[in-house]
């Protein structure tokens, strides 16, 4: 069984585990919660259609994991962990062996302490045991997905209302033609990171776009000159 989240490496994962194991030996399963854009769920439909294989969508709240809320370092470790709590019984009901995911060798690099818990229920990352960095990974134009909360700043208390927020910003900038974007939220600034060359697009429509993200609730909006940074 695949956790699939519609995302590039994830997707990845998938194909290459019907191509490994054939399709009627796998399940797709999408976690449908406050913190997954619905444009996201409608990709990860589409996207297992096109790859065919079984795809099931579970409803989660990540709002409702004690812990998570308060928004510290450790948010992904709770978020993680309850996601594989709902996704092992799906797993022994349907009679699979496993659950994977799609956690790459660049992550153990990095701070992600949903790898943690992934360890602790015994959850497996085949692209990291096989040594697969994102450069390998990544040939397909897709930009990459991180759940609306990664987009509040640590510390912050998350709500259902700063994530309906992020989703709209971040989904208004999109239908400017800027591919890869987050609004990063800093109580009532947004940070908007995007790629260097996207930058311009930024600035020739900034009147539309503060115009927007104020109607939204921000109050101050800033574009951050370092661009965009993955894992941030």
């Not at 099931?56 to 510290?72: F, H």
């Not at 060798?105 to 994102?134: S, V």
């Not at 910003?169 to 995007?194: G, M, Y």
Request: glycine share 6%.
């Amino acid at each position: 069984m695949v956790a699939f989240s519609g995302g590039v490496d994830s997707t990845f994962l998938l194909k290459a585990a019907v191509e490994t194991l054939g399709p009627e030996h796998l399940l797709a399963v999408t976690a449908d919660s406050e913190t997954y854009p619905s444009s996201e769920l409608e990709e990860a439909k589409i996207l297992s259609q096109q790859i065919g294989v079984r795809h099931q969508v579970i409803e989660t709240s990540e709002l409702a994991i004690p812990g998570y809320v308060e928004n510290n370092k450790n948010r992904c470790y709770f978020c993680k962990s309850s996601l594989f709590d709902h996704l092992i019984p799906v797993m022994v009901e349907k009679g699979y062996q496993n659950v994977i995911y799609g956690v790459i060798a660049d992550d153990m690099n990095e701070y992600r302490p949903g790898m943690q818990a992934a360890k602790e229920k015994g959850i497996r990352g085949p692209l990291q045991e096989a040594n697969l960095f994102k450069e390998e990974i990544r040939n397909w134009d897709k930009p990459s997905f991180a759940c609306l909360s990664s987009k509040i700043a640590y510390g912050e208390y998350i709500t259902k209302e700063k994530i309906t927020k992020v989703d709209k910003a971040e989904r208004f900038l999109k239908s400017l033609s800027i591919r890869q974007v987050r609004a990063r939220t800093h109580q009532d600034i947004a940070r908007i990171e995007v790629e260097p060359n996207d930058m311009k697009a930024v600035l020739d429509h900034h009147d539309m776009i503060v115009r927007e993200l104020q109607h939204y609730g921000y109050k101050y909006i800033t574009l951050d000159l370092l661009g965009y940074k993955s894992a941030a």
